[in-house]
């Protein structure tokens, strides 16, 4: 992958707010640009792409301040709207009050006469949205030093219960990191069974990606493990859980987390992806900044 490719280049220069940039020949690998520190780095210097993508935030944010949200507790009505909403969700301190210490307020996004749902419930919450604020607070910050790089996929993985009244059930590997990877999970009902299940087993469809590395668990299609402990007590994957919209859950897995019979054979392969990934974008990131550098010389 010594080549240059154009198109990548194209897509960091003029990055998309949500859109990834899809890697390999599986189609099952993407990159997002905030997914990079290298990248994020580089924007320091590169101001025209650092305001071209806070311009595509605050057009979001201007959006989210004209679409009225009225708030109802035991003491008062507060009339507010989205952004705000969103603001107080991602403050620990004003996430802590609104909505843990205040378990009675609700929320009406039609009219001031309602209808008005509790606001822990999380239905006015969207993902995309969501993210778009985390994007603000990655630009805003010199280094956050929150992520390492990390690679998008589209890898299945089934979830298999032992002495429970239901079949399997299909999620996703949505993201691997250096330390672990993130299964997504696009039920409710589905997340229920899983965190109210005991010793589930995992099983990894590594068969798509057999062509993009070289090691051995891949060519043999799929493999199986079990965790430490169950999925819905590690990490943050409860506190986690709670804050969905129930549309789509996000479960961390972390490698250590695996039982150590199996977990090399889950790790290694996951990581010789990331390695050749990583210097495949930070080598396009460097002819990025060099042909910055002629530009303004």
């Given at each position: 992958?010594?080549?240059?490719?154009?198109?990548?280049?194209?897509?960091?220069?003029?990055?998309?707010?949500?859109?990834?940039?899809?890697?390999?020949?599986?189609?099952?690998?993407?990159?997002?640009?905030?997914?990079?520190?290298?990248?994020?780095?580089?924007?320091?210097?590169?101001?025209?792409?650092?305001?071209?993508?806070?311009?595509?935030?605050?057009?979001?944010?201007?959006?989210?301040?004209?679409?009225?949200?009225?708030?109802?507790?035991?003491?008062?009505?507060?009339?507010?709207?989205?952004?705000?909403?969103?603001?107080?969700?991602?403050?620990?301190?004003?996430?802590?009050?609104?909505?843990?210490?205040?378990?009675?307020?609700?929320?009406?996004?039609?009219?001031?006469?309602?209808?008005?749902?509790?606001?822990?419930?999380?239905?006015?919450?969207?993902?995309?949205?969501?993210?778009?604020?985390?994007?603000?607070?990655?630009?805003?910050?010199?280094?956050?030093?929150?992520?390492?790089?990390?690679?998008?996929?589209?890898?299945?993985?089934?979830?298999?219960?032992?002495?429970?009244?239901?079949?399997?059930?299909?999620?996703?590997?949505?993201?691997?990191?250096?330390?672990?990877?993130?299964?997504?999970?696009?039920?409710?009902?589905?997340?229920?069974?899983?965190?109210?299940?005991?010793?589930?087993?995992?099983?990894?469809?590594?068969?798509?990606?057999?062509?993009?590395?070289?090691?051995?668990?891949?060519?043999?299609?799929?493999?199986?493990?079990?965790?430490?402990?169950?999925?819905?007590?590690?990490?943050?994957?409860?506190?986690?859980?709670?804050?969905?919209?129930?549309?789509?859950?996000?479960?961390?897995?972390?490698?250590?987390?695996?039982?150590?019979?199996?977990?090399?054979?889950?790790?290694?392969?996951?990581?010789?992806?990331?390695?050749?990934?990583?210097?495949?974008?930070?080598?396009?990131?460097?002819?990025?900044?060099?042909?910055?550098?002629k530009l303004s010389a």
């Open positions: 992958m010594s080549r240059v490719n154009k198109n990548l280049i194209s897509y960091l220069k003029n990055p998309d707010l949500y859109e990834s940039f899809t890697l390999g020949r599986s189609g099952k690998l993407a990159f997002h640009w905030a997914n990079s520190q290298k990248y994020l780095d580089s924007l320091k210097q590169n101001k025209s792409i650092m305001k071209l993508l806070r311009k595509k935030i605050s057009v979001i944010k201007k959006t989210l301040e004209n679409e009225p949200a009225w708030l109802i507790s035991k003491q008062n009505q507060i009339e507010s709207n989205i952004y705000e909403i969103y603001k107080y969700f991602l403050d620990p301190r004003l996430r802590e009050l609104w909505f843990e210490v205040n378990d009675d307020i609700t929320l009406s996004l039609r009219t001031v006469q309602g209808p008005y749902t509790r606001l822990q419930s999380m239905r006015w919450f969207d993902y995309e949205i969501y993210r778009a604020f985390v994007f603000e607070k990655l630009l805003r910050c010199q280094r956050m030093n929150l992520r390492t790089f990390r690679l998008s996929t589209d890898v299945d993985i089934s979830i298999i219960p032992y002495g429970m009244p239901f079949s399997d059930l299909n999620a996703k590997v949505s993201q691997i990191m250096e330390d672990g990877f993130i299964i997504k999970v696009d039920s409710k009902s589905d997340i229920q069974k899983i965190c109210s299940s005991k010793n589930l087993q995992y099983r990894l469809d590594l068969g798509p990606l057999k062509k993009e590395v070289t090691y051995d668990s891949y060519v043999r299609g799929s493999r199986d493990f079990f965790l430490r402990n169950d999925i819905y007590e590690l990490g943050k994957n409860k506190e986690n859980c709670s804050y969905s919209n129930g549309k789509e859950y996000h479960l961390f897995v972390a490698f250590s987390d695996i039982c150590p019979t199996v977990s090399e054979e889950i790790r290694a392969p996951f990581i010789e992806l990331l390695d050749k990934y990583r210097a495949y974008i930070e080598s396009h990131i460097d002819k990025l900044e060099d042909h910055e550098e």
